[in-house]
């Protein structure tokens, strides 16, 4: 999988010069859950081959491009920033992949007309946090299923989580230092999660950009 990320000579500060509503290009970056929710897809078509997936709070795309390259039928790929939008677009042709993208927050809606809600790291904030885990109570009771991946953020619903894969590997944060960290794949669910159960330990994997 090929991604465009910032660098040094990504020339991402042209753009904050000419749009004074340019944000912080988190898009631009590789975090830990989408990069642990993107190897869990790929290492298991069978979740989303066949089945319409939703990337929520896409970034980059990532994870909805492997969920297309894993044979899903149709992937929407959303989030709040249109910058992240053009980059989901460029990395989904990079990878030969079709997304459709769509602009706007989905946390409010009553119903996703999806079959599995893939969500990669959106609990790094209290708010937006109770908003998404609101958002896949809803989904669950709709039948629709919700993974998650995610570094064990600060406000991760953790009693509603069963883990399932661990990938020992980057995030956002450790980028720059080298340093490496655990990055989880979680199954949403209604139950609290047996504290016994717990997966192999899964071999590091990168992922390169172009």
């Not at 790929?77 to 927050?105: C, F, H, K, Q, W």
Request: glycine share 10%; net charge negative; charged share 20%.
């Amino acid at each position: 999988m090929s991604l465009y990320t910032a660098g040094p000579r990504s020339g991402l500060w042209r753009l904050a010069e000419h749009d004074d509503a340019f944000g912080a290009p988190y898009w631009a970056h590789l975090w830990g859950g989408g990069l642990a929710l993107a190897r869990h897809v790929l290492d298991n078509p069978a979740l989303v081959s066949g089945r319409r997936v939703l990337d929520l709070g896409a970034g980059s795309g990532i994870v909805g491009i492997a969920a297309a390259k894993a044979g899903a039928s149709a992937v929407v790929a959303a989030d709040v920033d249109p910058y992240a939008m053009a980059a989901i677009e460029l990395n989904a042709e990079a990878n030969a992949v079709s997304i459709t993208t769509r602009l706007g927050d989905l946390s409010a809606e009553p119903v996703l007309d999806f079959d599995i809600v893939l969500v990669g790291d959106l609990f790094y904030d209290e708010a937006l946090a109770e908003r998404i885990t609101a958002l896949l109570d809803r989904c669950l009771a709709s039948g629709v299923l919700s993974l998650i991946g995610d570094p064990c953020r600060a406000y991760l619903p953790r009693s509603r989580l069963r883990l399932l894969a661990e990938y020992p590997g980057p995030d956002f944060s450790t980028l720059t230092l080298g340093e490496r960290k655990t990055n989880s794949v979680f199954l949403f669910d209604r139950d609290a999660p047996d504290p016994q159960l717990r997966p192999p330990q899964c071999d590091t994997w990168t992922i390169a950009g172009p």
